[in-house]
């Protein structure tokens, strides 16, 4: 039975809980600086990392997208290798993360530092803290986020974006004990950073494993699959729920269940009925739009919309999302055409 109306961090926190709701809470990841020219106005003649330090200019632009398109949920305007030179490591955006000296061997990772996020970082509480007060008298909610150490380790290794990551590959292969001390330190590194997170403010965590869909199911059971399960582990989950994200993740998804977060965030290459009875009460599930689907008229998109909240029927829970970041240049009226159908979601659709 359907909850009476409620607030939207009452709903997103419910959802994510598996406890009954009124409809669907919507949020979009990547809320900003892809499609809103607020942002570009905001950004404009600052190096990435500089702008992601401006706890001004972050808590401005993760404001954004609440003003403008009607999201449910802020999330931090951060980036998940924002620890990371903490660790001392050399990083530029150009415009993905570029490492200087890309890590190749166990003495580069003996090097390697596990810091204390709030004397390396301090800006990001600062942001979520900021961000928390500016929320408090709507009652919206408040994310944070981490990249998994999977998916921090390829681009450490490769020293850059890749389509498959050969350089991981082969360190998969040829040298696992490095990896799996490498894995070892960036899972204490991201558990340190989204607990800061939470301390600070962040009422739900969202961690982000965008490349761990490469793997086979055998390979993500060895290498992947044991961190999820030790960040679920450590994580004060009572105090704020963890979402996990693995992009591509179709044949994976019996194993990500595995990890026990609170909510399995699937793309749009997933059946969302079919997850929902493979998930059972064992997770809410998040998702699923195709992004350019965006692009669409209104008309499809809010059909899509009702689509997918009915196809999300039996799941425990379900937060509407796209199935990944907004793409660029993806019309503003989409956006706001997509967050208008979720929340105009009637109880009897659900």
Not at 10 to 27: K, Q
Not at 120 to 130: A, H, K, N, Q, S
Not at 140 to 155: D, I, K, R
Not at 279 to 308: C, H, K, M, T, Y
């Amino acid at each position: 039975m359907a909850a009476a109306s409620l607030d939207p961090t009452e709903r997103l926190l419910r959802a994510c809980r598996g406890e009954p709701v009124d409809r669907p809470p919507v949020w979009l990841m990547r809320q900003a600086g892809r499609y809103l020219p607020e942002y570009r106005a905001v950004r404009e003649g600052l190096p990435f990392l500089d702008f992601c330090g401006d706890v001004e200019k972050a808590v401005e632009v993760s404001l954004q997208p609440l003003r403008r398109v009607g999201t449910e949920a802020v999330i931090v305007f951060s980036d998940i290798f924002v620890p990371i030179p903490g660790m001392g490591v050399s990083v530029e955006f150009a415009p993905g993360p570029v490492v200087a000296e890309p890590i190749r061997s166990r003495s580069q990772v003996e090097n390697l530092r596990v810091p204390d996020p709030r004397e390396t970082v301090p800006f990001v509480f600062e942001i979520l803290r900021t961000l928390r007060r500016e929320l408090a008298d709507v009652r919206v909610p408040l994310l944070g986020f981490a990249g998994a150490p999977f998916t921090l380790a390829a681009y450490l290794v490769e020293g850059h974006g890749s389509s498959d990551f050969p350089v991981l590959q082969r360190m998969i292969a040829e040298e696992p004990a490095t990896l799996r001390a490498l894995l070892a330190k960036l899972t204490d590194l991201v558990v340190a950073h989204l607990e800061a997170q939470v301390e600070a403010g962040a009422q739900v965590v969202q961690l982000f494993d965008t490349w761990a869909g490469l793997l086979s199911p055998e390979l993500y059971r060895e290498w992947v699959l044991p961190t999820h399960r030790e960040i679920v582990a450590k994580l004060p989950r009572a105090q704020a729920p963890l979402v996990l994200y693995v992009r591509d993740s179709s044949h994976l998804l019996d194993l990500v269940l595995e990890s026990g977060a609170d909510v399995i965030s699937v793309d749009w290459r997933v059946d969302l009925a079919d997850a929902a009875r493979r998930a059972a009460g064992r997770a809410s599930l998040q998702g699923n739009l195709d992004p350019g689907l965006l692009f669409a008229p209104p008309e499809l998109i809010a059909e899509r919309v009702r689509e997918a909240a009915a196809a999300a029927r039996g799941a425990r829970g379900h937060v509407l999302n796209l199935g990944h970041g907004v793409l660029p240049g993806t019309p503003v009226e989409g956006v706001c055409a997509f967050t208008e159908a979720a929340r105009s979601i009637g109880e009897g659709e659900l």
